[in-house]
């Protein structure tokens, strides 16, 4: 494994890119070439990822496939990559994903299709590029390399208030990068003022000592800018527009991987690098997480778009996601670092069946349906399956993943627990309610008549979601023990920083009960 498989990985879809803008798209053929060619570098990417999974070890903690080279020595900047257990599966999901997004805008994008493309792959090493690299100065010309492409697919080729959806994205996420980008900035200052080195080496920067207070507000900035991207409530108001606006396969991106990398910036930065500052609003998060629960069920309940009630989805199930890692418990976490897989698989899923549909019908309404089960059966099925494991349905993915967060959430306050446990009956309303609406009783719209059932190419970029649908809640530990030693790790890395001493000041734990929560200051 002495090949630098990270950066082969990461950079590789860039070669497909060059291939592309070589190739003219004023003919069909020209067209089918370039999305030949984006299919091509995303399946080579794919299968060069499996080595990595060939080549990890799961009884080793900390980082491996390191990669450390000195990039803009005078700052102490390096290029630097590095994948643990954490960060093992969001990468593989990543290759997983963007195939399948490729090859279902075969017919869906006809126009520029040489510039969406490259925006595609372009967008794929930026999100492999976010999830290795281990150096903040890297991680952060990643972090906004992502907003470029995916700006571009909602606003250009998104729906009629597209240019509107795609500055609010732009403007939430870069008002929250800004903000990290000054507390990388301080954060850097602070090690050298301690080390006298100058360095953006996460490892290193790991435990660096600052007064409390500036540790709460570097916290807060850097919170702010992950949660932006998850969304948490109540920054997620961009969330349904971009989603409703998106074309499908911004879609898939956005809610299988790209709200990932909020999640992911809160256990691999915001927590580790100050755990005062996240034990002083842990007990906020944790509130927000289940408001998000709640309040994302509920406002899709009352959709009457089928692609803004998936989204909106979303909101409630990354609030999972977010209480499962702020109750620092092993189930916890890895049901956190389980249930993002879970979500990327069973949501984009979701927005390509919603794809399917309205490429034949040109509305997403769900009043424009009711009874289609009759004329397209297997779409039927296939939609039914990705519905059971959206809502935790045993047997499939999302079940496991919402169970283990759960049960770790129950450990440490039952009350809290029972609170986001309602968001599993409620999910379950909304989202059969809808399939009730749209495949069940009788056919009223004539319209639904002609529609035709899903074509090979279709069944072909979903049958490897309901493989990994299965796949995971029927076998979740091949998944799971990749990942033990990393969450056992990350656990005791932020617990142990939580107790450590600052100025003679020790730093605050969150205290939760059933009716309301407190911060207790140890001298």
């Given at each position: 494994?002495?090949?630098p ?6 950079f ?11 190739i ?7 067209k ?7 299919l ?11 080595r990595?999974?060939a080549g ?39 290759t ?5 997004t ?21 967008l ?39 240019i ?29 003022e301690?080390?006298?080195?100058l ?56 809610a299988g ?5 909020g ?53 409630s199930?990354l609030?999972?996601c ?86 770790g ?13 309602s ?25 639904n008549?002609?529609?035709?059932d ?45 107790v ?24």
């Open positions: 494994m002495n090949t498989i990270l950066t082969y990985v990461t590789l879809p860039l070669l497909g890119v060059l291939f592309i803008l070589a003219p798209q004023k003919s069909e053929e020209g089918n070439i370039i999305r030949g060619i984006a091509a570098a995303s399946i080579f990417t794919f299968l060069a990822s499996l990595i999974y990890f070890d799961s009884s080793i903690a900390g980082f491996q496939l390191l990669e450390d080279h000195p990039w803009i020595t005078s700052y102490g900047i390096h290029y630097k990559l590095g994948i643990d257990g954490l960060s093992f599966w969001l990468a593989l999901l990543t997983f994903l963007t195939p399948l490729i090859l279902s805008t075969w017919r869906a994008i006809d126009k520029r299709v040489k510039e969406f493309q490259v925006a595609l792959l372009v794929e090493t930026a999100m492999l590029g976010t999830f290795v690299a281990l150096d903040l100065f890297l991680f952060y010309v990643f972090w906004e390399l992502m907003l470029i492409p995916m700006y571009l697919i909602i606003g250009v080729w998104g729906g009629e208030r597209r509107y959806a795609a500055i609010k994205f732009f403007l939430y996420t870069a008002v929250g990068s800004l903000l990290m980008l000054v507390c990388i900035i301080g954060l850097v200052y602070f090690h050298n301690h080390s006298g080195h360095t953006f080496d996460l490892l290193k920067l790991y435990g660096t000592p600052m007064p409390r207070l500036y540790e709460i507000l570097f916290f807060a900035a850097f919170a702010l800018a992950f949660a932006i991207k998850v969304p948490m409530f109540p920054l997620h108001t961009w969330l349904p527009d971009a989603h409703v606006e998106a074309p499908t396969a911004g879609s898939v991106i956005l991987i790209l709200l990932k990398m999640t992911y910036g809160f256990f691999r930065f915001a927590m580790p690098l100050f755990p005062q500052g996240s034990a002083y609003f842990a007990p906020l998060i944790i509130v927000l997480s289940i408001i998000g629960i709640i309040y994302g069920a509920l406002v899709a309940m009352v959709q009457p778009d089928i692609k803004k009630l998936v989204a909106y989805s979303s909101v199930h609030g999972y977010m209480l499962g890692l702020y109750v620092l418990t092993r189930q916890g976490v890895e049901g956190s670092v389980l249930q993002m897989i879970n979500h990327g698989i069973s949501t984009g899923a979701l927005f390509l069946l919603v794809g399917i549909v309205y490429e034949r019908r040109h509305t997403r309404l769900i009043k424009e349906y009711g009874g289609i089960a009759r004329v397209v059966p297997v779409y039927a099925t296939i939609f039914l399956i990705v519905t059971l494991s959206s809502i935790g349905f045993p047997t499939t993915n999302g079940f496991i993943g919402e169970f283990l967060i759960l049960l959430a129950f450990k440490v306050n039952k009350a809290a627990a029972v609170l986001a446990a968001g599993v009956i409620l999910g379950a309303v909304y989202m059969l309610w809808m399939v009730q609406r749209v495949f069940y009783g009788e056919i009223r719209n004539p319209k008549l002609s529609l035709k899903m074509s090979l190419r279709e069944v072909v970029y979903m049958v490897p979601l309901l493989v990994l649908i299965f796949w995971i809640g029927l076998f979740p530990n091949f998944f799971l023990k990749k990942m033990h030693v990393s969450v056992d790790h990350f656990i005791d890395q932020v617990k142990v920083e939580q450590r001493q600052e100025s003679h000041i020790a730093t605050v734990a969150p205290v939760w009960d059933a009716g309301a929560s407190a911060l207790t200051a140890k001298e």
